[in-house]
C-alpha cells in the first residue's frame, strides 16, 4: 500500500515556475514508476511526465517538454515536478501516482493516487 500527498500548487503568473512535491509512505517507494498527471476543468485526467523507478527513465507529453522536469529521491520518498515558463493552459488539478510496473502514459496503469493539488497559471 503506498500513500501520496501532493504539495506546492497555487497561483502564478504566466511565464512564472512551480515545484510540485509527491511524498508517498511505505518503505518500497523506490520499487514504484511514478508519474505525474493533470486535469483541467471539464477534461479528462492526462499524462504530464513520468519517472522510472530508478529515476534513469523520464518521458513527458509533448506540450511540456523543455519547460517540466520530473525527478524523484529515493531516499526522502518524494517525486517532483519543476514547472518553468507556465502558461494558462497549464491550469489544472495535478495528481502524482505509483505502479509497480513499468510506467505508461495511461491512468489505468496506476494504483495509487495522491489527492491533488491545485495550479492557476494567470494570463
Known amino acids: 500500500q503506498v500513500q501520496l500527498v501532493e504539495s506546492g500548487g497555487g497561483l502564478v503568473q504566466a511565464g512564472g515556475s512551480l515545484r510540485l512535491s509527491c511524498a508517498a509512505s511505505?518503505?518500497?517507494?523506490?520499487?514504484?514508476?511514478m508519474a505525474w498527471f493533470r486535469q483541467a476543468p471539464g477534461k479528462e485526467r492526462e499524462f504530464v511526465a513520468l519517472?522510472?523507478?530508478?529515476?534513469?527513465?523520464?518521458d513527458y507529453t509533448d506540450s511540456v517538454k523543455g519547460r517540466f522536469t520530473i525527478s524523484r529521491d529515493n531516499a526522502k520518498n518524494t517525486v517532483y515536478l519543476q514547472m518553468n515558463s507556465l502558461k494558462p493552459e497549464d491550469t489544472a488539478v495535478y495528481y502524482c501516482?505509483?505502479?509497480?510496473?513499468?510506467?505508461?502514459?495511461?491512468?489505468?496503469?496506476?494504483?495509487?493516487w495522491g489527492q491533488g493539488t491545485q495550479v492557476t497559471v494567470s494570463s
Open positions: 501516482a505509483a505502479s509497480p510496473r513499468p510506467g505508461t502514459w495511461s491512468t489505468r496503469g496506476y494504483d495509487y
Open positions: 519517472i522510472s523507478w530508478r529515476g534513469s527513465t523520464t
Open positions: 511505505g518503505r518500497t517507494f523506490g520499487s514504484y514508476s
